[in-house]
């Protein structure tokens, strides 16, 4: 409350949470936001296919070791089932809060299909900030809450009708 007349401080009540390579930037599209979604895009696009290349080499590795058909199909499959994984886990994240305990249990999985956590971010970062949607809706909750909470304050409590 502002100690001059009452009114509420416009710097209190719930703050906007940053999103990582994009801070509070997101609340209102300011400060070169599309420039970072297209950096966001770009990065994580250049980053899977980077990956991809490593995964390509490792593959390599395993036919210059003369491993068996098995193994590398094994290997292939393992890549391909743990990205699509991740991708879902990534993409599902942006719209709600993911359990924490979940995420420990899967943290080897997602590691292993790194790949599809770095194409999740790039899809997502063509429409918005990657959990922008989850973010906004949680500030514009809180905004509304401390809004009916601020509301229902104002005026002097002494004299507020009292019923015997």
């Known amino acids: 409350m502002s100690d001059d007349n009452g009114t509420p ?41 980077v990956a991809c290349l490593v995964l390509r080499f490792a593959y390599e590795g395993l036919q210059i070791a003369a491993v068996e058909g098995l193994v590398s199909t094994l290997m292939t499959v393992m890549f391909a089932i743990c990205s699509a994984l991740a991708f879902r886990n990534t993409w599902e994240s942006f719209g709600k809060r993911p359990d924490p305990d979940r995420q420990a249990s899967l943290r080897g999985l997602l590691a292993i299909g790194f790949v599809g956590s770095l194409l999740a971010y790039f899809f997502r970062s063509l429409t918005e900030a990657p ?34």
Do not use: C, M
């Open 9 to 49: 401080d416009p710097a209190a009540g719930p703050r906007p949470e940053p999103i990582r390579f994009f801070g509070t930037t997101w609340v209102e599209h300011s400060d070169g936001y599309r420039a970072r979604r297209i950096g966001v895009a770009v990065g994580s696009l250049a980053a899977a296919a």
């Open 131 to 164: 959990g922008e949607k989850l973010h906004r809706e949680e500030y514009e909750t809180a905004r509304e809450q401390y809004a009916k909470r601020t509301k229902r304050r104002s005026g002097n409590p002494s004299k507020k009708r009292h019923t015997p």
